[in-house]
């Protein structure tokens, strides 16, 4: 019985000019950079477009890629940069009314929590919560794609999760204080 290829050795075919191994590559990848783009653009009908855009730009580049065990956050960095330009270019944030009736990411908060607790992040330290957390990407290997010392992406990500904690902390007394209003309001007979 014939071992698994690993993403490694289809990468390195790819890199040789391999078609088939650049295909297997990307469908590997498809849903990390399908996922990627959506958490920027928040569109599935521009992150389908932008996965077509990558994948077109990276089967270009592909031969420009040294590190075959970093294919996935080769690919990953290439849908990072395309997002911000397309962001850049539009200069405006697109709500897709789909994404509403996504379901929540927990049981306590819903996916648009999530993206309003995210948006209170700088663009840095969201890009790093989204590389580790959305796409279980090393802090290793996010160090290297940022060319950022591993302890400050340790660092960025403890403090991002640390604001996101006091943001859904605030939420929650918030909540439970306009439950105490309305307890109130009921007893008063309002």
């Keep these: 019985m014939a071992e698994q290829e690993t993403e490694q050795e289809i990468a390195k075919r790819a890199i040789h000019g391999d078609d088939e191994a650049f295909l297997q590559l990307i469908t590997l990848n498809k849903e990390a950079l399908f996922r990627t783009a959506l958490a920027y653009l928040k569109n599935e009908d521009d992150a389908l477009d932008a996965v077509q855009e990558v994948t077109m730009r990276a089967f270009e580049k592909i031969k420009t890629l040294r590190m075959p065990e970093y294919a996935k956050t080769w690919l990953i960095r290439i849908m990072m940069n395309h997002c911000n330009d397309v962001l850049q270019k539009k200069k405006r944030y697109v709500f897709d009314e789909g994404m509403g009736e996504l379901k929540g990411i927990s ?3 819903t996916y648009m929590e999530v993206e309003e607790a995210l948006s209170h992040l700088s663009e840095k330290d969201r890009q790093l919560v989204h590389l580790k957390y959305l796409h ?38 918030g909540q439970l204080a306009g439950r ?11």
Excluded: H, Q
């Excluded at 940022?146 to 403090?159: A, F, I, M």
């Excluded at 105490?180 to 309002?190: A, D, M, P, T, Y």
């Design 180 to 190: 105490g209003k309305k307890i109130e309001e009921v007893e008063r007979g309002n």
């Design 136 to 173: 279980d990407i090393k802090i290793k290997d996010i160090a290297d794609m940022t060319s950022t010392p591993e302890g400050t992406v340790k660092t960025r990500l403890y403090k991002a999760v640390k604001s996101l904690r006091s943001f859904f902390d605030g939420k929650e007394e």
């Design 107 to 109: 049981d306590d908060f």
